[in-house]
């Protein structure tokens, strides 16, 4: 059962365009409808993978965004709103994790990796900057062919 | 040193191994409820017959522990999950319904055709009950114990092994709480 | 007795692999010349028998063989000739089997390549790729057998999912896999140096045109999905970050790091083991993205069908694989010596910055894609990660990233100093000065983060430019003609893929910043006006297609170029039962309008969504030009030390022998 499922979900979520929001449910006050349409893009749809509740057209998606337009006209604060949201469905909801102990790594993993690994590029160029690079002093024509012999030699390791 | 940091690609590749193993055991669309250990939140429903009681949440309190199975016509995997709650229902298992999105005609006519299970059935038409108990989709089922409290949620629909290996000890506890 | 012959052709197809691997290995270890020979036979009887397979598979799915289970459930006797060929590879079974093809057909094609790759790791190189091969086709054969009946057979099967059923996507997974796939040929390369015990110029050079070429068509594949999903999905998004967007994002990045990696390695000597590392993790990062996708471990809209046993599976040969490679690589890297010299201001340098940048943003992908899975996996917890974390990580690092960009091909080899790079920088500083300064004069001073989006793209535009200007500039006699004649196609490439990128970036900036968007009910007749221009409900009706019924609006549109005709449906798809949009676009340089219709509204209007989308055609043109800035280096002779054109069957191409003009 499970197997059919999923899929038939997928689809019905495919088939939607990019805002389910219909007209009856936007609210008169733009200002009002500017800030759901924001919280939208926020909240997850929790039964198509990977849509926002403005995206998807399941009806659960359209009864969360009626739900946010009614707390909004409550009084509700766009913290408020979205918190009484979470109260009930928990951090899933939200498509941006929250920052807390558990998602530190998350957080600030692309910073430490940023960080850690310039200091790495850091160190290996500081060992490889040798201190006399200035122009070596001229070398015979023999010198000068033996080096390159060598060389050439040296580069096939 | 310079061997560490040359090992560490590796070490780092058994860490990632190690949770996507661990992750691969786990079922990614099975969403925990919010409301576990915390009390039913307030409702009060009319009744999909007319001549039958709503449900209401004071309904739900004392008395041992019931179940609550939202629940529609339209949804497959409540056919699916019907005949498991009708076999509880003759083993006296106590089982409160809530319609979901449905009109009333079509759940009176799945419940004449499938039998009823239910002591009580709700209509939620509004909507509202639903989302207070953050239901996704339908079946799911709140194992609610006799202060009011939800102690479990069922995400999907019962099968006689989920009920043997979760729900029942849960709800036989609950009894001598 | 096709599913049959199939069956037995993959096989085969999977002792030759075995045969392969061991012959060259062992081969290669005793300087054996006659097993090694018998190994490059294997690997392209190996290509022949799964070419065998996967025609077997096909002609089953176009003469409509619903006695294979594969057949009857992803096509139908309704379904056109075009879907019933792609549906061969639009289920889990079908895409492995183009998979091990693709495999089979790259290291075939090495095996075909004449010309100056060493013996021993020419041999070692198969091997890896025979492994490779052999685990995969284990896979197929234990896991995913595309070739089990089904009896007894139905009369007809079920459609290909009609959200698939467009020409896009039939081309869309095996341009893809000719990027991903192709990545297994830098691991082969990478895991063959490591066994030697040596990596020199000779081998970069060899890898470098391998790597250009599944970097083109990753890239090409990538912008493709992206494409599709903009006008079909009737989203009008361009990107997701959904687990399989990442999972093909992964191995690109790393084989844009690799790419540059292996000119320094050509040209210098140096990044040895970066080099070998990234192109290690390149192929690992495809076999994770095809993880993701088959083993249920993510939930997306993308995935196939999921089955638990497939992921430990998968899991196993990214362990097994991966876990001997980096093994291999802590053992024996350290020994390489370390490679040439060179200062903070230089080309290499900014080559390791950019190596760097790359991954981090790699990790940052990464992280935001499996997080959610780690976080369960330990404690039960179910967090989402979606677009906001992106844009908050990932964004700033490319953004750091663009402006390297045009720094890197300014600056000399090993040795440079900043006043003569910064001279050099003149033009490209000036042009994305004017930039942000002139949009926000324009567009006000609200839109600075739009205004900076501006000027990167002016800077990455004008930078590529500089690169020519610099190599064109008369210092000598000759004139700007010749200069120009004589500048390697490698250096047009470079020019192409810079200022493509800088393209892509005006296109997302457009599309961030002045995206809008309006819902109404319409009624025929009625008019509606969004960013300045007019579009009309001119009628409804119902049509019939060849598996669909639909309700069609047209619409009429007032544009730049004079009025245009619209037309969006609502299709639903008896069989399957589904319901998809197509949405109506009018294409223009400057941006596109994109309508798609819904269902009645209440009040019995028809829902109408309409969006204005500036720029958003240069977000794919960049990208195509980036595509096209590889294409026209990987036709520079330097380059090609054997490039074959990839066949049906592989037909062997003389390499020309350059001497090395580094």
């Known amino acids: 059962m499970k197997r059919l499922i999923a899929p038939f979900l997928a689809v019905l979520a495919l088939a939607g365009p990019a805002l389910a929001v219909l007209p009856s449910e936007q609210l008169s006050n733009p200002k009002l409808e500017a800030r759901a349409r924001k919280i939208g893009a926020e909240l997850r749809c929790l039964v198509c993978q990977n849509e926002t509740i403005d995206e998807s057209e399941a009806p659960l998606a359209g009864d969360l965004r009626v739900l946010l337009r009614q707390r909004l006209l409550a009084g509700d604060s766009d913290q408020q709103a979205i918190a009484y949201i979470v109260a009930r469905y928990g951090h899933f909801v939200l498509l941006k994790p929250p920052f807390e102990a558990d998602t530190l790594i998350l957080w600030l993993g692309p910073f430490l990796v940023l960080v850690l690994g310039g200091l790495g590029v850091a160190a290996m160029t500081r060992t490889r900057a040798t201190p006399d690079m200035q122009p070596p002093p001229s070398l015979t024509p023999e010198e000068e062919a033996a080096l390159a012999r060598r060389l050439e030699a040296d580069r096939v390791s | ?177 | 007795m096709i599913a049959e012959i199939g069956q037995l052709a993959l096989i085969l197809a999977l002792c030759l692999a075995v045969v392969q691997a061991a012959s060259l290995l062992i081969g290669a270890w005793r300087l054996d010349r006659a097993l090694m020979s018998m190994g490059r036979t294997a690997a392209v009887l190996q290509a022949a028998f799964i070419a065998i397979a996967f025609a077997a598979l096909g002609t089953a799915y176009v003469t409509s063989d619903f006695s294979i289970a594969l057949v009857a459930e992803h096509s139908n006797s309704a379904q056109p000739l075009l879907y019933r060929i792609g549906a061969t590879w639009g289920s889990h079974e079908g895409s492995m089997i183009l998979w091990v093809f693709i495999l089979a057909v790259y290291g075939a094609a090495i095996a075909l390549a004449g010309g100056s790759l060493r013996e021993s790791l020419k041999a070692r190189v198969l091997a890896v790729q025979g492994v490779v091969g052999a685990a995969f086709l284990g896979f197929l054969l234990l896991t995913s057998n595309p070739f089990l009946r089904l009896t007894p057979a139905p009369f007809d099967g079920a459609e290909l999912n009609p959200v698939l059923q467009d020409p896009g996507l039939v081309f869309h997974p095996p341009v893809l896999y000719l990027g991903y796939v192709g990545l297994s040929i830098a691991f082969s390369f990478g895991v063959a140096a490591l066994i030697e015990g040596r990596v020199d110029a000779n081998w970069a050079r060899w890898v470098r045109p391998w790597v250009l070429a599944a970097w083109i068509f990753l890239t090409i594949g990538i912008t493709m999905g992206s494409v599709w999903s903009y006008y079909t999905l009737g989203w009008g998004g361009w990107w997701f970050w959904d687990p399989v967007e990442n999972a093909s994002l992964m191995p690109w990045l790393l084989a844009t790091a690799l790419l540059h990696s292996c000119l320094v390695l050509e040209k210098r000597g140096a990044l040895i083991s970066w080099t070998i590392l990234l192109s290690i993790l390149a192929f690992s990062m495809s076999m994770v993205g095809t993880f993701l996708v088959r083993s249920g471990v993510l939930t997306s809209v993308h995935a196939f069908a999921v089955d638990p046993k497939r992921g430990v599976y998968i899991l196993a040969m990214i362990a097994v694989m991966t876990g001997l490679a980096l093994g291999l690589f802590a053992w024996r890297a350290p020994r390489f010596r370390t490679g040439a010299l060179f200062t903070a201001v230089s080309k290499e340098y900014a080559i390791t910055l950019n190596n760097l940048f790359l991954a981090a943003a790699t990790a940052t992908v990464f992280l935001g894609t499996f997080y959610p899975v780690f976080v369960d996996a330990l404690h039960g917890d179910k967090i989402s990660v979606g677009p906001p974390y992106f844009n908050a990580t990932f964004a700033p690092i490319f953004m750091l990233l663009f402006v390297l960009v045009s720094v890197g091909p300014m600056l000399n080899w090993k040795r440079d100093s900043l006043a003569p790079l910064l001279a050099r920088l003149a033009w490209p500083a000036l042009a994305a000065l004017v930039a942000v300064l002139g949009a926000i004069l324009i567009f006000g001073i609200g839109h600075v983060m739009a205004a900076l989006g501006f000027a990167l793209g002016a800077w990455l535009i004008v930078g590529a430019g500089a690169v020519l200007a610099r190599r064109w500039r008369p210092a000598e006699r000759g004139g700007v003609w010749g200069r120009i004649h004589a500048t390697p196609l490698a250096i047009f490439g470079l020019a192409l893929a810079h200022a493509g990128l800088g393209v892509t970036t005006l296109g997302i900036t457009a599309m961030a910043g002045w995206q809008s968007n309006a819902v109404i009910a319409m009624t025929p007749g009625q008019s509606l006006t969004l960013a300045g221009k007019s579009v009309t409900l001119n009628g409804l009706r119902g049509i019939e297609g060849p598996n669909y019924e639909a309700a069609q609006a047209r619409f009429a549109i007032d544009t730049l170029a004079g009025p245009r005709v619209l037309i969006s449906e609502r299709r639903f798809y008896p069989d399957s039962q589904t319901t998809t949009t197509e949405a109506g676009i009018n294409v223009g340089v400057l941006g596109n309008v994109y309508i798609s219709i819904g269902d009645r509204a209440a009040n019995g209007g028809l829902v109408v969504r309409l969006w204005n989308h500036p720029l958003v055609n240069f977000i794919w043109g960049g990208a195509f030009m980036m595509a096209f800035g590889g294409m026209v280096s990987l036709a520079d002779r330097r380059l090609r030390v054997a490039v074959v054109k990839r066949a049906r069957t592989p037909v062997p191409v003389p390499a020309p022998l350059e001497p090395a003009t580094a």
Not at chain 2, 78 to 92: D, F, I, N
């Open chain 2, 1 to 177: 040193m310079r061997r560490l940091i040359f090992l560490a690609p590796l070490l780092l590749l058994a860490v990632v191994v190690a949770g996507f193993a661990l992750g691969l055991r786990r079922d990614p669309s099975l969403l925990p409820s919010t409301l576990i250990g915390k009390p039913l939140p307030r409702f009060s429903l009319p009744p999909v017959d007319p001549k039958a009681p709503g449900l209401a949440t004071a309904d739900m309190i004392g008395g041992g522990p019931r179940l609550l199975n939202v629940f529609g016509s339209w949804c497959v995997s409540c056919r699916y999950e019907h005949p498991v709650l009708m076999a509880l229902k003759s083993q006296g298992v106590a089982i409160d319904g809530l319609d979901w999105r449905d009109t009333r005609a079509d759940a009176t006519r799945f419940l004449a055709a499938e039998g009823n299970p239910y002591e009580r059935i709700g209509d939620d038409e509004a909507g509202h009950a639903v989302i207070d108990l953050g239901v996704a989709a339908a079946p799911e089922t709140f194992v609610v114990d006799r202060q009011g409290r939800v102690r479990y949620k069922q995400v999907g629909p019962i099968t006689p092994e989920v009920w043997t290996a979760t729900i029942a000890p849960l709800m036989a506890r609950l009894k001598s709480e």
